[in-house]
């Protein structure tokens, strides 16, 4: 069987950023398939150190532009023209599209409608295409795949006739993050934070991902606390966040605050592990990975609340009002001064889960591409 994937997100998905979720669940799933062939249509150039698995074929095809038409010309018209050559039987979606000119049974992996609400982390010309869209895709999906119970909750709140066709996809959690002993411990804060105490945020530099607000609340704590905890802030700059960019270097804290622009999963875990306390800015995103990430480290967490951020947390974070500066301050100060807190936040991390890898996503997801069309009760 071959197997067509809408593959051009994966240049986008880092894992800072995104965890780079589509990309270990695609691999993962092209590993375990190995008598099937999948052919990945990329956008544009294949990501640098991307390694695909002997049955897969990178495709490229240029995007001629930024503009919407160019994104429509690339899904309608480029994309099934070159589907065309492979004659391919099924068709995967990693961005949650497909072109709706294709007769392909086709599966969509979602992570979040936060475009609808003009937050996503897509250009404002994909988020347009994609508000436009959704529920044409949605209609002609013949499954749809989706990695939380919040993602669940939206697609539903948006097309509550697709639930019989839905999936919710066990997430996956590199065995890199675990807790760090004192001395490796104390490694990672001279290296990142110069031997200092760290608050650590895993997101780029976006406007949705509220790192302006996070500035002033870490502004607020080191006039209030006069500590010397420092910010690392491990996320990609992005177009859209240009002007949080360009007013880092005036910041008046901003000595004490590091940026990792390209940080990879294995400085990543050694940064969570190193970390203090994970701040989670993000109120918007369907799957909050960092927060797992941090209970797998044993590291307590600060959260702006969220629905994705409160089913990963429970009562294992504090969580602050996202309408109030003062009170993401107050959390932060709070957990940073009080052991007790920090340490009972600790006890009350749920049990991990009995895997931590994506296999049983990649598993999942093959069986909603390949089994019984659902029907509608």
Same mark, same amino acid.
């Given at each position: 069987m071959k197997i067509a994937v809408n593959a051009a997100c994966l240049r986008r998905d880092l894992p800072a950023d995104t965890g780079a979720v589509a990309t270990q669940i695609i691999v993962t799933l092209c590993r375990q398939q190995p008598e099937h062939q999948f052919i990945l249509f990329f956008d544009g150039p294949v990501p640098a150190g991307l390694e695909l698995p002997p049955n897969?074929?990178?495709?490229?095809? !240029?995007l001629r532009g930024d503009k919407a038409w160019h994104l429509y010309w690339w899904l309608e018209w480029q994309l099934p023209r070159a589907m065309k050559a492979f004659q391919p039987d099924l068709y995967l979606g990693?961005?949650? %599209?497909? !072109?709706?000119?294709?007769?392909? @049974? *086709?599966t969509l992996l979602i992570r979040d409608l936060s475009f609808l609400l003009d937050a996503g982390l897509?250009?404002?010309?994909?988020? +347009?295409?994609l508000k436009k869209n959704l529920m044409n895709y949605l209609w002609k999906a013949r499954t749809i795949a989706v990695l939380s119970e919040t993602g669940k909750e939206a697609v539903?709140?948006?097309? !509550?006739?697709? *639930?019989?066709?839905? %999936?919710?996809?066990d997430?996956?959690?590199?065995?890199?993050? +675990? !807790?760090l002993e004192w001395d490796d411990r104390e490694a990672v804060k001279r290296e990142f934070a110069g031997g200092a105490e760290y608050f650590l945020v895993t997101a780029g530099l976006h406007p949705r991902n509220n790192i302006m607000p996070l500035f002033k609340a870490f502004s607020a704590l080191k006039r209030r606390q006069l500590s010397s905890i420092k910010l690392?802030?491990?996320?990609? *700059? %992005?177009?859209?966040?240009?002007?949080?960019? +360009?007013?880092? @270097?005036?910041y008046k804290f901003r000595n004490d605050v590091n940026w990792i622009r390209d940080a990879d999963q294995e400085t990543l875990a050694r940064l969570m592990g190193g970390a203090y306390a994970l701040v989670y800015p993000v109120r918007l995103d369907g799957l909050a990975l960092s927060i797992y990430a941090a209970q797998q480290c044993q590291v307590p967490v600060v959260a702006i609340e969220g629905k994705a951020a409160q089913e990963a947390a429970g009562d294992a974070a504090l969580f602050s009002d996202p309408a109030d500066l003062d009170d993401l301050s107050d959390k932060m100060s709070r957990i940073y001064k009080d052991e007790q807190l920090r340490s009972l936040l600790l006890t009350r991390i749920p049990p991990q889960k009995?895997?931590?890898s994506w296999e049983k996503a990649a598993e999942e997801l093959w069986a909603a591409m390949t089994g019984p069309v659902p029907q509608n009760p």
């Open positions: 897969v074929t990178p495709v490229v095809l !240029p990693l961005d949650g %599209t497909l !072109p709706l000119r294709s007769k392909l @049974p *086709a897509q250009s404002v010309a994909q988020q +347009k295409r539903l709140d948006f097309a !509550p006739s697709v *639930a019989s066709r839905l %999936t919710v996809l997430i996956g959690l590199s065995d890199l993050y +675990k !807790p690392v802030i491990a996320g990609s *700059a %992005t177009t859209a966040g240009a002007g949080i960019e +360009k007013a880092l @270097p005036s009995a895997f931590n």
